[in-house]
């Protein structure tokens, strides 16, 4: 992480504020497993990506996940389960000099006057609703603490109406044309935090 943006944040590293109650940041909980976590170590950052080749070389075959530069402008989550290994991982891009995957389909949502953070590389290996949930309050907060206002997402088609309905989305891009080599093209879509629905603030029980 070697942003202004990122850095922020990096002293935060032990485990995530995550309190996405508007106006109120939670003292950080105790270093258990299943904390979600800032990783800013070579190590964990190691871990990290032998996760998203072991999870996605059957999804998305063609993803570039050894020189993908938004790594170096991004916030990079991650657990570990009761064993120390690391069960899941996310990723808040930043952007900076290069920029969003999804940047040529969000000129004129720009114009707007948004600030954008992309969430990414998303994945939990065991399934854990309860770890979800924490990602979701994760992002949330970690976006509205560093003053962005619009989450982006690249999404399957199928899981957008869930997404209207729990968070409130809105679809930039039905069909990006983007696959990765999967078997189903992306959509584009935004989570405007200020406009998130009650729905959502209740499935994480806050």
Same mark, same amino acid.
């Given at each position: ?16 504020p995550v309190s996405p109650q508007r106006g109120n940041t939670a003292s950080a909980p105790s270093q258990t497993p299943g904390d979600v976590r800032i990783a800013i170590d070579s190590v964990? $950052? ?41 069960n899941s991982t996310a990723r808040l891009g930043v952007g900076g000099p290069v920029g969003l995957p999804e940047d040529k389909f969000l000129d004129e949502y720009r114009a707007t006057g ?37 989450? &982006? ?8 109406? $869930?997404?209207?309905? $729990?968070?409130? &989305?809105? &679809? ?16 584009? &879509?935004?989570?405007? $935090? ?13």
């Amino acid at each position: 992480m070697n942003t202004a943006t990122t850095e922020k944040i990096t002293d935060r590293q032990q485990s995530i504020p995550v309190s996405p109650q508007r106006g109120n940041t939670a003292s950080a909980p105790s270093q258990t497993p299943g904390d979600v976590r800032i990783a800013i170590d070579s190590v964990t $950052l190691g871990e990290i990506k032998m996760l998203r080749k072991r999870r996605y070389r059957n999804i998305y075959p063609s993803m570039d996940l050894d020189g993908d530069a938004l790594d170096q402008h991004a916030i990079t989550l991650f657990t570990r389960n009761e064993a120390g290994r690391i069960n899941s991982t996310a990723r808040l891009g930043v952007g900076g000099p290069v920029g969003l995957p999804e940047d040529k389909f969000l000129d004129e949502y720009r114009a707007t006057g948004k600030k954008l953070i992309e969430w990414g590389r998303f994945i939990i290996e065991e399934g854990d609703i309860v770890l979800l949930k924490r990602y979701y309050e994760a992002v949330f907060t970690i976006s509205t603490q560093l003053g962005f206002d619009s989450v &982006v997402m690249a999404m399957k088609p199928k899981d957008i109406s $869930l997404h209207r309905r $729990l968070i409130g &989305v809105k &679809v930039i891009k039905d069909d990006m044309k983007i696959t990765y080599g999967g078997p189903f093209s992306l959509a584009c &879509v935004v989570w405007e $935090l200020d406009e998130t629905k009650p729905t959502f603030f209740k499935w994480i029980n806050k």
